[in-house]
């Protein structure tokens, strides 16, 4: 028998690879169809993306960025917003931002095109920048950036110790005139023990935390709590005023000593010793204490206190101790009472009060204070908030006792 030869042998037998080479164009043809119609940043560098997006728009947000989340723990912080436009030759054109299309959060009629927008509630939010003509028409829209804002749950719960000393708070502010309209009064507790000054938070868990810092001087450079925020804890006895303060902060800078510290990160605590007598009084008088307080460089310059009104020089055998943070410091200290001259601690007095931080980051003077009180003005007596000294009762001995292990 003969076998029937195949004279000439298929032309894919002969080249095998030929259908693999096909395939593999065929497939990249599809994966560049793929890629424009939906491009995700697997397929090419985000930053690439950016820049040729860029350049599509006259007017372009550069920040907030598309699909950004803000978590924010307080009301006062804010979006940072940057808007470049090019080729804005006609001086009567303005600028207006919008958010979620309608409601106008900004105008400009000059650059730079930056502003911090506090958007003051959680959700997703739109926004747009338009330039427009004399006549409000809009002659370049921007691109669209989408964002969303979301709040922790502020957790100042305000430590209720019995309603014994509830109704001592009460009654302490029933009897006497006091600024309502610069913040809710903070609470100081008697402490039977006194802290120990070391730099350290640990035995202030028993005393009252406030948090809810306000960005006061210079406030339109607050936009968020890595860049300046607090908590602080102060208690008394008849020896002396003590606090403890960790502050957040981004950048720590402090290289200033004696009247100078405000320059620098510091923390100033202002009291008014005769609030009620000096209610009407907006100046400071003699019975005003402004104590300034440097946490020191933590490389040669100690913590260090200093009285710039009404004397000027150290608060006399004030302890401090302080603690370098990677993302701030605390600061801790005892105050002898007779640095306030003619005043002497009575359970349930009710002083003018605020303490303030101030952030100094890359600049050479202060950028930004957040204090206690809704405002502060160095000199002016009449934006302080109330603080209130109240004798609960020996506190850290009760709170030892009735609650021996909080941690599993
Ligand atoms: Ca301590
Ligand atoms: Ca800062
Ligand atoms: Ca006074
Ligand atoms: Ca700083």
């Given at each position: ?28 043809i599809?994966l ?27 007017v ?59 958007p ?35 957790t ?18 029933s ?20 802290p ?25 450079n ?23 303060i ?69 608060a ?38 605020t ?7 890359n ?6 204070v957040i ?7 160095i000199?002016?007596i009449?934006t ?8 609960a ?16």
């Amino acid at each position: 028998m003969k076998k029937k030869y195949i004279k000439y042998t298929n032309f894919l037998d002969r080249f095998p690879f030929i259908p693999i080479i096909i395939i593999l164009i065929l497939s990249l043809i599809l994966l560049f169809a793929f890629k424009n119609k939906f491009p995700f940043n697997f397929f090419s560098a985000t930053q690439q993306q950016e820049v040729e997006s860029e350049s599509e728009y006259t007017v372009f947000i550069t920040s907030p960025s598309n699909n950004e989340i803000f978590s924010f723990i307080n009301k006062n912080e804010t979006i940072p917003v940057e808007i470049k436009a090019k080729e804005v030759e006609n001086l009567n054109y303005k600028l207006v931002v919008l958010v979620n299309e309608t409601e106008e959060i900004k105008t400009f009629s000059t650059p730079p095109y930056e502003f911090n927008w506090n958007p003051n509630e959680a959700g997703e939010y739109e926004i747009t920048a338009n330039l427009l003509d004399e006549d409000d028409n809009v002659i370049s829209a921007s691109n669209k950036v989408t964002f969303l804002v979301e709040y922790e749950e502020e957790t100042d719960e305000s430590t209720v110790i019995s309603m014994d000393v509830e109704e001592k708070k009460i009654n302490a502010l029933s009897n006497v005139q006091y600024r309502t309209q610069n913040g809710e009064p903070l609470f100081s507790y008697k402490c039977y023990v006194p802290p120990s000054i070391d730099g350290s938070m640990s035995e202030w868990e028993f005393f009252e935390k406030f948090s809810s810092f306000n960005p006061t001087i210079k406030k339109e450079n607050y936009s968020s709590h890595t860049d300046v925020s607090g908590i602080f804890y102060s208690c008394w006895d008849d020896n002396n005023f003590y606090f403890a303060i960790q502050v957040i902060d981004d950048v720590f800078n402090q290289s200033f000593t004696g009247n100078q510290i405000n320059k620098g990160d510091s923390i100033t605590l202002v009291f008014d010793t005769e609030l009620e007598e000096d209610i009407q009084i907006p100046f400071r008088n003699s019975d005003d204490f402004q104590i300034d307080f440097s946490p020191g460089t933590f490389s040669g310059i100690y913590a260090e206190s200093f009285i710039s009104w009404p004397t000027g020089g150290p608060a006399k055998d004030a302890v401090m101790a302080s603690t370098r943070l990677s993302n701030g410091y605390i600061l801790e200290a005892s105050i002898p009472w007779y640095n306030f001259v003619n005043y002497s601690p009575q359970d349930e007095d009710v002083l003018g009060f605020t303490v303030s931080i101030f952030d100094t980051d890359n600049l050479e003077s202060t950028e930004l204070v957040i204090s206690s009180s809704t405002k502060f003005e160095i000199n002016n007596i009449s934006t302080l908030g109330t603080l209130v000294l109240i004798d609960a009762g020996d506190i850290q001995q009760e709170e030892e006792t009735t609650e021996p292990s909080e941690e599993e």
